[in-house]
């Protein structure tokens, strides 16, 4: 029996057919930009705007919001983030085995092992700051983290977006470091939380196109 | 061959590998090769990515690996038995020169590449 597909179609039609082909595999396996992005930018956004009112800019709380509070809302949002996220790679992995895989496999402990030790750091370190300061080890520390592990994603993929969102990181991470805590709170909820979501919808659209 | 076709403009038109030369073969083989050299794709992912049945893709992951065109692991994840499939080094050559060659029919025809 010849079926439907066995027909001959003209050149500029197999082309066509490759090309959309070619892209929807690259759409799997980069996975969804919005999954992987997004819920980031939203959880620092929230997070990192209730750090912002609670410390203010000039050490005054815009808002009767205490430290536990706003951490308690970031670590939250950030749980979320991590469990969405976590399925849109799971999603984006489980199609291919081999040494991309294992790439991001070993990628993935990366984040784990980076994450403790800051977090570890934060909490030998912590009690021996002021408050403030101590917000801004918890709050500083990850984000280094952060940065380096985009940066070095980028560079294990060859992913310029992701080399670049983990620069500008690293970038507003050290500005809000060198200004303290209130304008590393304000830089970090605008430029990193909103930087996540438009990189997100951004390169989500450009995978579209 | 896509480099007769290209050296010779004028000359006969570039044969097609009559293997890939078929839309469904052809979904296959452009999908696995964006893979990287040493990953496999899951039969199931390639399935849903593709929109075709189980029996369909059979038949021309069949086909290809006849040809020696694509690489075809059964293995277990856990319990569950679990098929990979990949592109070999000849396939993905085929692949190559089957994009080329239309390539080169299309610049022999004036056409949009």
């Known amino acids: 029996m010849v079926d439907d597909d066995e027909r001959a179609p003209s050149p500029e039609e197999m082309l066509r057919v490759i090309e959309e082909q070619s892209h929807a595999t690259v759409r799997l396996l980069q996975g969804d930009p919005r999954l992987l992005y997004v819920p980031w930018g939203v959880s620092w956004l929230l997070g990192f705007a209730a750090l912002f009112l609670h410390y203010g800019l000039d050490g005054r709380s815009y808002l009767p919001i205490s430290q536990m509070q706003a951490v308690s809302v970031l670590m939250g949002a950030m749980i979320v983030a991590g469990a969405v996220s976590a399925y849109g790679i799971v999603k984006m992995n489980k199609s291919v085995r081999g040494d991309t895989s294992a790439r991001g496999a070993m990628y993935g402990y990366a984040w784990l092992a980076g994450m403790v030790l800051a977090s570890l750091i934060a909490i030998r370190l912590g009690p021996m700051l002021p408050a403030a300061e101590r917000g801004l080890l918890w709050a500083g520390g990850p984000l280094l983290v952060v940065a380096l592990l985009y940066m070095l994603g980028g560079a294990i993929w060859l992913n310029w977006p992701m080399f670049f969102i983990g620069g500008w990181t690293a970038g507003v991470n050290a500005l809000g470091v060198l200004l303290g805590p209130g304008p590393h709170a304000l830089l970090t909820a605008v430029l990193l939380g909103g930087g996540f979501i438009a990189a997100g919808l951004w390169l989500w659209r450009r995978q579209r196109g | ?113």
């Open chain 2, 1 to 113: 061959m896509s480099g007769d076709a290209e050296n010779k403009p004028g000359g006969a038109p570039p044969e097609l590998d009559p293997v890939i030369h078929a839309q469904a073969r052809l979904r296959v083989v452009a999908a696995l090769n964006v893979l990287a050299d040493g990953d496999e794709m899951a039969f199931n992912s390639l399935k849903e990515l593709l929109g075709m049945t189980a029996g369909n893709l059979s038949v021309h992951l069949t086909k290809l690996e006849d040809a020696g065109y694509v690489r075809i692991t059964k293995t277990h994840r856990g319990r569950t038995p679990v098929t990979y499939v990949a592109l070999t080094k000849r396939g993905r050559l085929a692949f190559e020169e089957y994009t080329a060659a239309i390539r080169a029919l299309l610049d022999n025809a004036g056409g949009v590449r």
